[in-house]
């Protein structure tokens, strides 16, 4: 298979700029000439693997940001393009892929303008808090550097006196906080999983909590006391107009803590890379559930130590999202909205407990390795109303080889060709289609019936 050519120059010339630097000092700095980093950087020449070695290097740049494509792609921008606000202009595919080489920062500009006036809510309506919560999150690209430094000492104090994390932290807010920990009944406490009594001094959690449950529910609380610091500046930060949101994203970062505080970076990432991303050894190891162990996946994005940039999401048996965390993998599918029913992952909740692993392959031309696990929320007793979410997890194919999941799996080979949901998948000939993509003149003829029951007009 040839490999295709990564022409990067636009994105070249940004971090240059960026990083005040003239060409010839840049091309020093990388050890080649240039002549040779000016046709880079107009595109006339790739960028090869070593030199990608030294930007990183030399640079603490990213390489997955070259293969960032503008806009997300042509198949991304077409379906921008396919609102009938534009359908006068007749945009065909070589008028796009013209203007994604010649200029790619004009249509990076193009798509996030779009993205922005399509998605703005009108004046009247109230600003909705969980996505403004996620905007914050995914501009740190879930990895917040301070919680985790500060988390990993913790930890490391934390185990110089117990092995056991869950009584080391009970110790702590004895000891140091004046708060004791009490395990309450269901009967006690039938509403609730989790209470703080300040008058009794007593952090109050329910019997219904398994183990990992109870040691980030204590874990939890101490990040409230001792990373105040450090989530108030990150609070103050984030600048949010409305008391929910700001609560949200509170209560999100102190979460944050407590996972690092149950999965230290450096020993997590250690283990990652020593078991392929074994999640269900991560669990034994770790003392942590899979949702958990999924979350922190996603965060690990350390200069100079980063994971695989994995996306997770949170959904239910009617394909609605609760959680959607990109983190550094810029994945389509962290922004799926109703889900598609040819994705082996809405398959989980009829192989409950068992890990659904599934190649895909997006329009665009994106292949991605996916894992899909059911989930049991804490506080389910039995004759109560159910509830089961399907954890999914994903990382580009390219990027795979290594993970305990993948073995025996071609990552080359034939994918299940997947959509973003109907109104955004563009894909014809679709037997499972429902409606047909935005902006798309729905066609019906009388004397020809196709695979699809709803044909649309193309390009």
């Given at each position: 298979?040839?490999?295709?050519?990564?022409?990067?120059?636009?994105?070249?010339?940004?971090?240059?700029r960026?990083?005040?630097?003239?060409?010839?000092?840049?091309?020093?700095?990388?050890?080649?000439?240039?002549?040779?980093?000016?046709?880079?950087?107009?595109?006339?020449?790739?960028?090869?693997?070593?030199?990608?070695?030294?930007?990183?290097?030399?640079?603490?740049?990213?390489?997955?940001?070259?293969?960032?494509?503008?806009?997300?792609?042509?198949a991304?921008?077409?379906?921008?393009?396919?609102?009938?606000?534009?359908?006068?202009?007749?945009?065909?595919?070589?008028?796009?892929?013209?203007?994604?080489?010649?200029?790619?920062?004009?249509a990076?500009?193009?798509?996030?303008?779009?993205?922005?006036?399509?998605?703005?809510?009108?004046?009247?309506?109230?600003?909705?808090?969980?996505?403004?919560?996620?905007?914050?999150?995914?501009?740190?690209?879930?990895?917040?550097?301070?919680?985790?430094?500060?988390?990993?000492?913790?930890?490391?104090?934390?185990?110089?006196?117990?092995?056991?994390?869950?009584?080391?932290?009970?110790?702590?807010?004895?000891?140091?906080?004046?708060?004791?920990?009490?395990?309450?009944?269901?009967?006690?406490?039938?509403?609730?999983?989790?209470?703080?009594?300040?008058?009794?001094?007593?952090?109050?959690?329910?019997?219904?909590?398994?183990?990992?449950?109870?040691?980030?529910?204590?874990?939890?609380q101490?990040?409230?006391?001792?990373?105040?610091?450090?989530?108030?500046?990150?609070?103050?930060?984030?600048?949010?107009?409305?008391?929910?949101?700001?609560?949200?994203?509170?209560?999100?970062?102190?979460?944050?803590?407590a996972?690092?505080?149950?999965?230290?970076?450096?020993?997590?990432?250690?283990?990652?890379?020593?078991?392929?991303?074994?999640?269900?050894?991560?669990?034994?190891?770790?003392?942590?559930?899979?949702?958990?162990?999924?979350?922190?996946l996603?965060?690990?994005?350390?200069?100079?130590?980063?994971?695989?940039?994995?996306?997770?999401?949170?959904?239910?048996?009617?394909?609605?999202v609760?959680?959607?965390?990109?983190?550094?993998?810029?994945?389509?599918?962290?922004?799926?909205?109703?889900?598609?029913?040819?994705?082996?992952?809405?398959?989980?909740?009829e192989?409950?407990?068992?890990?659904?692993?599934?190649?895909?392959?997006?329009?665009?031309?994106?292949?991605?390795?996916?894992?899909?696990?059911?989930?049991?929320?804490?506080?389910?007793r039995?004759?109560?109303?159910?509830?089961?979410f399907?954890?999914?997890?994903?990382?580009?194919?390219?990027?795979?080889?290594?993970?305990?999941?993948?073995?025996?799996?071609?990552l080359?080979?034939e994918?299940?060709?997947?959509?973003?949901?109907?109104?955004?998948?563009?894909?014809?000939?679709?037997?499972?289609?429902?409606?047909p993509?935005?902006?798309?003149?729905?066609?019906?003829?009388?004397?020809?019936?196709?695979?699809?029951?709803?044909?649309?007009?193309?390009?």
């Amino acid at each position: 298979m040839v490999e295709a050519k990564l022409l990067a120059g636009h994105k070249l010339r940004r971090l240059r700029r960026r990083a005040g630097l003239t060409q010839a000092a840049m091309a020093e700095a990388l050890e080649i000439s240039p002549s040779y980093l000016n046709l880079i950087e107009r595109n006339q020449r790739p960028v090869s693997a070593a030199l990608i070695v030294a930007l990183a290097e030399k640079f603490d740049f990213d390489p997955r940001a070259l293969a960032a494509e503008p806009g997300g792609g042509e198949a991304a921008l077409r379906r921008r393009l396919a609102d009938p606000l534009f359908a006068d202009l007749e945009i065909d595919r070589a008028d796009l892929a013209e203007w994604l080489a010649a200029a790619p920062a004009g249509a990076e500009a193009f798509a996030r303008a779009y993205d922005r006036l399509a998605g703005a809510a009108p004046a009247a309506a109230p600003a909705d808090p969980i996505a403004r919560v996620r905007t914050e999150i995914e501009r740190w690209r879930g990895h917040f550097a301070d919680l985790d430094a500060a988390a990993e000492a913790l930890a490391d104090e934390l185990r110089l006196g117990a092995a056991d994390l869950y009584g080391a932290v009970a110790e702590r807010l004895r000891v140091k906080h004046q708060l004791s920990l009490r395990i309450l009944p269901v009967e006690v406490m039938p509403e609730a999983l989790r209470r703080l009594d300040l008058h009794a001094r007593q952090l109050q959690l329910s019997e219904l909590l398994d183990p990992a449950s109870r040691a980030f529910a204590a874990a939890y609380q101490l990040a409230l006391i001792e990373a105040r610091g450090e989530i108030d500046a990150l609070a103050r930060g984030a600048g949010f107009s409305d008391r929910a949101a700001e609560r949200l994203y509170r209560r999100h970062l102190a979460s944050y803590f407590a996972a690092a505080l149950m999965m230290p970076y450096a020993r997590f990432l250690r283990a990652c890379e020593a078991t392929g991303y074994d999640i269900e050894l991560l669990q034994r190891r770790f003392g942590a559930g899979f949702e958990q162990v999924a979350h922190r996946l996603t965060t690990l994005q350390r200069v100079g130590a980063r994971g695989l940039p994995f996306f997770m999401l949170r959904l239910d048996r009617a394909g609605q999202v609760s959680k959607r965390f990109a983190g550094a993998s810029a994945a389509p599918l962290a922004e799926i909205d109703g889900g598609c029913p040819l994705w082996a992952v809405h398959g989980a909740f009829e192989k409950r407990g068992a890990l659904v692993v599934q190649l895909v392959a997006l329009e665009e031309g994106g292949r991605w390795l996916t894992m899909a696990r059911t989930v049991t929320p804490q506080g389910r007793r039995y004759g109560g109303q159910p509830a089961e979410f399907a954890v999914v997890l994903g990382v580009a194919a390219e990027l795979a080889a290594g993970l305990a999941v993948a073995r025996g799996i071609d990552l080359r080979g034939e994918a299940a060709p997947i959509g973003l949901g109907c109104r955004r998948c563009l894909r014809a000939a679709c037997p499972q289609r429902s409606l047909p993509p935005m902006g798309r003149a729905l066609l019906v003829r009388e004397q020809e019936r196709g695979l699809s029951p709803l044909d649309f007009a193309g390009d």
